[in-house]
């Protein structure tokens, strides 16, 4: 099973301080992830934004930018994602969602993810994450009942990922264990069942434009 998992924060900026806490979230996520995935970490300043907007399904397949074809097909190829966001103003973070938007959900469709929030605050990103719910369930992976959520993220981890002192690695890790389990479990049923009959053939993914799958008459 291969999973991706997303970095979102593009923060060079402080304060607050730890720029790119969730390198940290990261980290820790793809050790928990380590034997039940093949995990690959997805790093938006790896994608620079750019001035205009155009996302990587405009283009012609010959004239896309090849960093955005790349990631097209790993998204492609994956079997499951871990979405990896910071509260900001009580929402995902814009570099996960511009990001995401780059690409068509046909990419991401039938397909589970695991949302995973964080934040040196109190409620480690849970609002950001109920509104990740809804977008990730149009992007078509449809995100697992159990959400992770690490509050003071930057007390919890070390600069490397891994546990501070005093932090109790074995309720850490069974606090994860719920999300990817309950991602691999799905990622296989997913997969299996995407063998046995093609999801594209049931439910095709719009040519031109979302209006396509709108009721008659609207
Ligand atoms: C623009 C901005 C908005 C923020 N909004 C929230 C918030 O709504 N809730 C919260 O708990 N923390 C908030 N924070 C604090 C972040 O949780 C903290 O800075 C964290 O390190 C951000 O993740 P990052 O370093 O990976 O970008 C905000 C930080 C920034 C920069």
């Given at each position: 099973?291969?999973?991706l998992?997303?970095?979102?924060?593009?923060?060079?900026?402080?304060?607050?301080?730890p720029?790119?806490?969730?390198?940290?979230v990261?980290?820790?996520?793809?050790?928990?992830?380590?034997?039940?995935?093949?995990?690959?970490?997805?790093?938006?300043?790896?994608?620079?934004?750019?001035?205009?907007f155009?996302?990587?399904?405009?283009?012609?397949?010959?004239?896309?930018?090849?960093h955005?074809?790349?990631?097209?097909?790993?998204?492609?190829?994956?079997?499951?994602?871990?979405?990896?966001?910071?509260?900001?103003?009580?929402s995902?973070?814009?570099?996960?969602?511009?990001?995401?938007?780059?690409?068509?959900?046909s990419?991401?469709?039938?397909?589970?993810?695991?949302?995973?929030?964080?934040?040196s605050?109190?409620?480690?990103?849970?609002?950001?994450?109920?509104?990740?719910?809804p977008?990730?369930?149009?992007?078509?992976?449809?995100?697992?009942s159990?959400?992770?959520?690490?509050?003071?993220?930057?007390?919890?981890?070390?600069?490397?990922?891994?546990?501070?002192?005093g932090?109790?690695?074995?309720r850490?890790?069974?606090?994860?264990?719920?999300?990817?389990?309950?991602?691999h479990?799905?990622?296989?049923?997913?997969?299996?069942?995407?063998?046995?009959?093609?999801?594209?053939a049931?439910?095709?993914p719009?040519?031109?434009?979302?209006?396509?799958r709108?009721?008659p008459?609207?």
């Open positions: 099973m291969k999973a998992v997303f970095l979102a924060s593009r923060r060079k900026s402080s304060p607050p301080l720029a790119r806490l969730g390198e940290r990261c980290a820790f996520l793809m050790s928990q992830l380590a034997g039940r995935f093949e995990a690959t970490l997805i790093d938006p300043l790896d994608y620079p934004a750019t001035d205009t155009k996302p990587a399904f405009s283009y012609s397949d010959n004239a896309k930018p090849s955005l074809s790349g990631l097209e097909s790993l998204i492609a190829q994956a079997d499951a994602y871990v979405m990896v966001s910071p509260e900001y103003n009580h995902m973070s814009p570099a996960l969602s511009d990001l995401l938007n780059q690409f068509p959900s990419v991401f469709s039938f397909k589970p993810s695991l949302i995973a929030t964080y934040s605050g109190q409620w480690g990103g849970t609002r950001a994450a109920v509104g990740m719910r977008f990730l369930s149009e992007l078509g992976c449809i995100p697992v159990a959400m992770l959520h690490f509050p003071r993220a930057d007390k919890v981890f070390q600069a490397d990922g891994t546990l501070a002192p932090q109790e690695e074995g850490w890790a069974s606090y994860a264990n719920r999300g990817t389990e309950q991602l479990w799905w990622a296989a049923a997913a997969a299996h069942q995407r063998a046995v009959l093609d999801p594209f049931a439910s095709p719009f040519r031109r434009a979302p209006p396509e709108d009721a008459g609207v």
